[in-house]
């Protein structure tokens, strides 16, 4: 059964869905929409991208929190945070990303792979093949850790993760398995 949940006034990029909430990435900017389902209204709020950067993916979690990557520049040099934004839109913080940038920023898919993880922890991978769990804090700002390569010959695209029942995370990559 299809029903229209809400229109935007830009394309969506991406869309996860964390508690009751419903959230869109918008193309331009990286706009971070929240469709509500119990009160179904929707909320809005920039979260930035330097230069026109989309990122392919993002991750909400079970807590209605929404990490969004937001990529700025300064001097030339761009740079990858991901941003924590609670159920109510406030921005919690904002943790560097490194290895985000794959050639450039008009050729980087940014966030590519999302899976939950155990505890409601969840995972993600970075388009230039980088590992990192997100994990949730009871009051403030989440911890993010990069847990380093997800392929052990180094860079690879890893556009698909999930886990099994067991919590083994599995992913689609290209490449051999020796690199």
Known sequence: VWEHLAATPQALIAVA??????????????VLFQFDTQTRRLKSVPVGSAGGHV???FVADERGH????????????????LVEFDASLHELGAMPIGQYFERSRDDSHGIVGVSPGADGTSYFTTGKGRLYQIIPSVSGASTVSDLGWFHPGGSRYVPSLFRDAAG???AATYGSSNG
Request: glycine share 14%; hydrophobic share 40%; aromatic share 16%.
């Open 17 to 30: 869905v964390g508690g009751r909430y419903v959230y869109a990435l918008g193309y331009f900017n990286h």
């Open 66 to 81: 929404a990490f969004v990557p937001r990529v700025t520049e300064a001097g030339g040099t761009l740079s990858a945070a």
């Open 168 to 170: 083994v995370l599995y």
């Open 55 to 57: 990122s392919r993916n």
